[in-house]
């Protein structure tokens, strides 16, 4: 049985049931434990077929990445392996790469910074004076 009491358990188990929610696409209307055993008997027999029928179809979770998630996710609603705050931390950072952000866009269009432009890119420009900006952020007017 799945209890959960400090403040600290109670938002890595919240975490946990969130992923489960995300995972499947669905709420968790059934009781906890029937859900649990559902995600984790299909990860224990390694059975991908019942794992993709788990997984949320609109998703199009990688097989991989929900598997990996799904333990994760048992892990924090599992009162016996329920991690510390720390080494849950630790345990995301360690199995998912830290996200990189999107590459810089100016009105949609991409930034080429291997290909040095002599000048600014259009952005850059005032469209009223024509002239490059000294803060594009902040207008004037």
Request: charged share 25%.
């Amino acid at each position: 049985f799945r209890v959960h009491d400090s403040n600290t358990d109670s938002n890595v188990y919240s975490f946990g049931l969130l992923v489960l929610q995300l995972l499947t696409g669905k709420p968790n209307n059934e009781p906890e434990i029937r859900f649990f055993d559902r995600v984790d008997a299909a990860l224990a027999r390694s059975d991908d077929d019942q794992l993709k029928h788990l997984l949320d179809e609109g998703a199009k979770w990688p097989l991989e990445v929900a598997r990996q998630l799904a333990t994760i996710a048992l892990d924090c609603t599992d009162n016996r392996s329920l991690p510390q705050a720390m080494r849950f931390l630790e345990t995301i950072l360690i199995r998912f790469p830290k996200p990189q952000p999107p590459p810089p866009e100016c009105f949609g269009s991409p930034i080429n910074f291997s290909n040095p432009r002599s000048e600014p890119p259009d952005c850059f420009c005032c469209p009223i004076s024509m002239e490059v900006m000294k803060d594009p952020h902040i207008a004037e007017d």
